[in-house]
């Protein structure tokens, strides 16, 4: 049998492991209360919080029920029937969310009062365009310059275009009416315009290529580059501008007549011209005031019309008016001499290159 010590021993083993477990107990009870604490402090604010949405959810909706005649339970007097209320409109969430319009800023009113005034002349100040010229230090693109260009607060808009005649130099056509202001915006960053420019200079041909060539030969092409850069600015531009940019480089010498005159056609398309009916006063006005005026053809005197000559291309293929507009290029034969004689622009402009 066991000793009494030993027994004494083994109970106090006992109790300290039971003492211990208790401990352990005590310690997970309160953990345990800690997040059920937490846990009911999150409950109150969700409740709180949806407490306070039902009372905003029921003051929007007395709002509306006060918004809405029809809703609205308090006794309204009848009122007699106009057309104001037709044409007032009904509140809705369309309306209230719809963007303002936009305020009329000085840019687009300025643009306004340019297209509702009488335009410009020729010998009036401010009526032409003109190419100015800036130094440049580095490469730079298009996209590029017309951010600096809105850096100093310059109007793009009325930047035209912007070509490169010459090695670090920059080209822009403008109108002569913003032209002072373009020129106060680049003294506001000490830059001045490059005078006395000439494009048509031999000297700003810097292709190492053509450095052997003689002084006509660099000449001739420094004006078809040039004229080159001239036309795709016609090109470029907006259609409205065309004529007035078209007339400034026919007067520069820059750009012949006729091709400028082309692209004018191209750009700036006019409809059809409709003659009056027969039947019409406006007719009869203009036969008994102009004897020799024709009237139009009624459809019986058409069809008796001779059909159109056929058309053949530069290789002598037949080509149906249709299909293709008649220009210079097409003769009414196929015939190699008058083919030869006649020419074409492009023949014309390698010629001059070649010279």
């Known amino acids: 049998m066991p000793s009494a010590e030993e027994t004494i ?3 106090i083993s006992a109790l300290a ?3 211990a477990f208790v401990d352990t107990q005590a310690n997970i009870n309160q953990v345990t209360e800690q997040r059920l604490d937490a846990f009911h402090q999150r409950f109150d604010t969700v409740d709180q919080r949806f407490t306070n949405l039902e009372a905003s959810l029921k003051e929007v909706l007395h709002c509306l029920q006060r918004s809405s005649p029809r809703d609205s339970s308090e006794p309204q007097s009848p009122r007699p029937a106009s057309t104001t209320d037709k044409t007032k409109p009904e509140s809705s969430w369309a309306a209230i969310a719809s963007k303002p319009p ?3 800023t000085d840019r687009k009113r300025q643009a306004l009062h340019r297209a509702f005034n009488p335009p410009a002349t020729d010998n009036t ?3 032409s365009y003109t190419f100015v010229y800036l130094p440049r230090s580095r490469r730079m693109n298009r996209s590029q310059i017309r951010s600096k260009f809105r850096e100093i607060s310059i109007d793009n808009l009325r930047v035209l275009d912007i070509t490169f005649p010459a090695r670090n130099t920059i080209g822009v056509l403008l109108h002569e009416a913003y032209l002072s202001d373009f020129q106060s915006k680049l003294l506001d960053i000490d830059s001045h315009l490059i005078q006395n420019f000439d494009p048509l200079d031999h000297n700003h041909i810097a292709d190492p290529k053509y450095q052997d060539l003689s002084e006509e030969r ?4 420094a004006k078809a580059l040039h004229q080159d850069r001239c036309i795709r600015s016609l090109y470029f531009i907006r259609p ?7 007339s400034y480089f026919i007067r520069q010498g820059w750009v012949p007549t006729h091709i400028a005159t082309d692209i004018i056609h191209q750009r ?7 003659r009056p009916d027969p039947r019409s006063l406006i007719a009869k006005t203009l036969q008994a005031s102009n004897p020799t005026y024709t009237q139009p053809l009624s459809q019986a005197a058409t069809s008796q019309v001779p059909p159109a000559p056929m058309l053949y291309d530069y290789f002598g293929n037949p080509v149906a008016s249709q299909e293709m507009d008649i220009t210079a290029d097409f003769a009414s034969n196929a015939s190699a001499e008058e083919i030869s004689r006649s020419g074409s622009p492009v023949s014309v402009d390698a010629d001059v290159l070649s010279q």
């Open 9 to 11: 021993a083994s109970v």
């Open 17 to 19: 492991n039971l003492q």
């Open 102 to 104: 936009a305020p009329l």
């Open 125 to 127: 100040q401010n009526g």
């Open 218 to 221: 660099r000449t001739h092409l």
């Open 240 to 246: 409205h501008l065309v004529p007035g940019v078209a």
């Open 268 to 274: 700036l398309p006019r409809p059809a011209k409709r």
